[in-house]
């Protein structure tokens, strides 16, 4: 599976109007060594959902409960309307289980308490957190990718059943016919017939196994688009 690259810069959001601890944040971050970090910085959940709008490289949200014009909920639960994809990490003052509980609903990935974060911690609960989130996102593609799969191996199914079923009746008239006919024929006549029945019974058998082609196991690849000259 793809991990996070090693060298990738980390855009990171962070949501609070506690300036003591934006400035502990991104002290911790500088200090880190191994990874860089962009701190952008927002105090109101209005800048902080404008600045998610517009800006594609923000790889990880961190947001504080008690915020001017809102709360971190309410915060993430407009992310999720706005079918955001970026991760987000909770940060508190409080040790509050209930709250942490509500956060998780929401798909926020870790929950963190201010003056438990150290210069380790903060990132390393940054980089964690995009890991999960980055194997999460593989695995629903993976998932798709089956369902897809089945959906197709089942519309194929009901196809091949749909034309055995078109096959058999016509097939079932002819040998009913052939075994009429067949009792009005003289013995070279029905040294003929024996070699007919002989091929229908072929045709029979290469349709059953038609209609019992195990499909599940059959593996579809996504077709590539062709490449123009180089």
Sequence with gaps: METLAPHKLITLLLVDDDITF?????????????????????ERVDDALTEVRSNRNIDIIMTDFNLPG?????????????????????????????LAVDAMKLGVEDFLVKEDISELLLPKTIINALEKALTRKQREAVENRMFIAEKRAEAIRELVVTVCHE??????AIKISADLLSRQFSDSEKNKMS????????IEREIKRLRDINFERIEFKERK??????
């Design 195 to 202: 070699e007919f029945d002989g091929h229908f019974q072929k």
């Design 22 to 42: 934006v400035k502990i944040a991104q002290h911790h971050l500088q200090k880190f060594q191994g990874r860089e970090f962009k701190l952008i910085w927002k």
């Design 70 to 98: 809102g709360n971190g909920l309410e915060f993430c639960l407009q992310l999720n309307a706005m079918q955001s994809e970026v991760p987000i990490i909770f940060v508190t003052s409080t040790r509050d289980f209930k």
């Design 167 to 172: 096959f058999n009746n016509p097939l079932a």
């Design 225 to 230: 688009a062709p490449q123009g000259p180089g």
